[in-house]
């Protein structure tokens, strides 16, 4: 079956240090990746995603790269702020209707 | 605006009292799912719709039921709660499955005692 692995949290930061949570990913067939970000209090957010190898997503300031050789999709920015203190999730969908979330990865960014 | 709601945000009910978690989006998606959310375990597909009338299991169906009679509302139906489904619940809506964005509603926190 598919499957999802983050690296366990929480990650703590102080602003401006530069981010990276891990990703990897098992699944048959060729999936499309994904990074959602849930804020306190609130649902899921799309951050970015991929749909095939060496894809890269970004969105604010947000990298992640879609490695096959790897299967992993880690997620990078290079300067954290206090606004993105937040669970982080991977997920993966591949050719049918029900995905595969990781855990989440919580992070805690300090001034 | 474009989005989900759910109601009610937070719930607590007692054993073998049935509940149903209204979920409505107003984006004409054909797409609807239904999720939990467990410490630990992160976002498991409860069922999913791609449009009226079609409904099918995600990966934790048991204990659950919904309907889709229109496109905008996808209801979550606890016909006898019981306290394992104490968790977070999401809706979300797209016009395709994860490949496409996903729209999350904010969530219903159930309490099952």
């Known amino acids: 079956g598919n499957s999802v692995t983050q690296m366990e949290g929480p990650v703590t930061l102080s602003e401006e240090a530069f981010l990276t949570i891990n990703c990897t990913y098992t699944a048959t067939g060729y999936p499309s990746l994904f990074w959602y970000v849930q804020y306190p209090g609130e649902g899921l957010q799309l951050l970015l995603k991929a749909t095939k190898a060496d894809d890269k997503g970004s969105n604010k300031g947000f990298e992640a790269t879609y490695r096959k050789e790897t299967t992993s999709f880690h997620l990078e920015k290079g300067s954290v702020q206090v606004s993105d203190s937040a669970v982080y999730f991977c997920a993966l969908s591949v050719g049918s209707y029900i995905p595969t979330f990781g855990r989440g990865t919580s992070l805690i960014v300090h001034p | 605006e474009a989005q989900v709601t759910q109601n009610p945000r937070y719930l607590i009910t007692v054993t073998g009292k049935k509940l149903t978690v209204t979920c409505s989006q107003n984006m004409n998606h054909e797409y609807m799912s239904w999720y939990r959310q467990d410490p630990g375990l992160g976002l498991r597909q409860i069922y999913y719709?791609?449009?009226?009338?079609?409904?099918d299991k995600g990966d934790v169906p048991e204990g659950y039921k919904v309907s889709r009679k229109e496109k905008r509302n996808f209801p979550l139906i606890l016909e006898s709660p019981s306290p394992n489904q104490t968790s977070l619940y999401f809706c979300?809506?797209?016009?395709?499955?994860?490949?496409?964005?996903?729209?999350f509603g904010p969530g219903t926190r159930l309490t099952v005692l």
């Open positions: 719709s791609m449009n009226v009338e079609v409904t």
């Open positions: 979300a809506s797209g016009r395709g499955p994860l490949t496409d964005t996903q729209y």
